[in-house]
């Protein structure tokens, strides 16, 4: 069980891979998307052109938004990227997706080269690229504004935390004070629950109750049979340290039951208060 930041921490680092795995995935499967789409289009254009020649007997006109080339000297098939002059200011060069495949005219060979522009996958990438740059900003952002408000590791339903019900005229010194000796006590009872010489029979209560679960703290007090009675938190921990850790009950409100409980309420803090709850 780690204290309060620690968590958070985890929490920040575990959604900044999530997210940075998300956007790896988003970035990569929208360029193979839209590279596909390329890649179909220049596809269908060589069956279009190879049933057109098997029918006429000759190349038609290229009707589509690429390029077209044919040539007599035998060039390697298949998909490539290349670099081309622009059509209009021939001096500059853009990305072109290139298919090469070869086509019988007239009873000799040519090989075809059909490209089609990649100007616009650039462009959507470009796109992609500055939306999950401006996404991950604003979640560093929105990390760094929980980050300073410490937010617990369970996000308190409904509610919003005592702290926001307090008068803004508290005393900072008091706020500090508060927050520094509460964290000691429960720093304390973390220690106190794997302790195993509080009792006499070598156990302790994280043996029972990992990380403070099923200790039920916002249920009290209620009714407990082994009492036959309400009890309070701390009477009942006096119950487990008796019949579950075979030692000694402990002073109500001293020392050792109000770090156990601040561990165990701290351990089960964003739980709704419900009193009379059964126990485990
Ligand atoms: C050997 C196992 C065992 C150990 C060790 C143990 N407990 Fe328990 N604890 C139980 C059991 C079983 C119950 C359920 C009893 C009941 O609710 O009637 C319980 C119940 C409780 C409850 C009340 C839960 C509820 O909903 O009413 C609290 C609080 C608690 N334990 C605290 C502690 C603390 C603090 C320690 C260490 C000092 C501790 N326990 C050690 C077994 C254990």
């Not at 407990?224 to 009477?235: A, L």
């Not at 850790?245 to 402990?250: A, I, S, V």
Request: one cysteine or more; charged letters at 20%.
């Amino acid at each position: 069980m780690k204290l309060l930041a620690a968590t958070n921490r985890y929490y920040l680092v575990l959604a900044g891979l999530l997210f940075s795995l998300g956007s790896g995935l988003l970035y990569f499967g929208v360029l193979w998307a839209l590279q596909r789409a390329v890649e179909e289009r220049l596809f269908q254009q060589r069956d279009y052109l190879t049933r057109a020649v098997r029918r006429t007997g000759r190349l038609p006109a290229t009707p589509f938004e690429g390029r077209m080339s044919v040539g007599t000297a035998p060039q390697p098939t298949g998909l490539r990227d290349v670099q081309l002059p622009e059509p209009l200011e021939h001096n500059e060069l853009e990305p072109y997706r290139q298919l090469t495949f070869a086509l019988a005219l007239g009873g000799r060979p040519r090989w075809v080269s059909l490209s089609k522009s990649l100007l616009e996958t650039e462009h959507v990438r470009g796109l992609v690229l500055w939306l999950l740059l401006a996404a991950s900003l604003s979640s560093l952002a929105t990390a760094a504004i929980l980050q300073g408000r410490e937010v617990s590791r369970e996000a308190p339903r409904a509610m919003p935390r005592g702290v926001h019900l307090q008068s803004s005229n508290l005393p900072s010194e008091l706020t500090m004070r508060t927050e520094e000796e509460t964290l000691k006590a429960i720093k304390r009872g973390e220690a106190l629950w794997s302790d195993r010489t509080l009792g006499s029979n070598g156990q302790n209560c994280n043996m029972c109750h990992a990380d403070g679960s099923a200790t039920h703290p916002e249920t009290y007090p209620k009714f407990k049979q082994q009492y036959g009675r309400v009890v309070t938190t701390q009477e009942f921990i006096n119950w487990c340290l008796i019949v579950a850790l075979r030692g000694q009950k402990q002073e109500l409100g001293g020392e050792v039951l109000t770090a156990l409980e601040a561990y165990q309420a701290y351990a089960n803090r964003g739980e709704i208060l419900e009193i009379g709850v059964p126990g485990p």
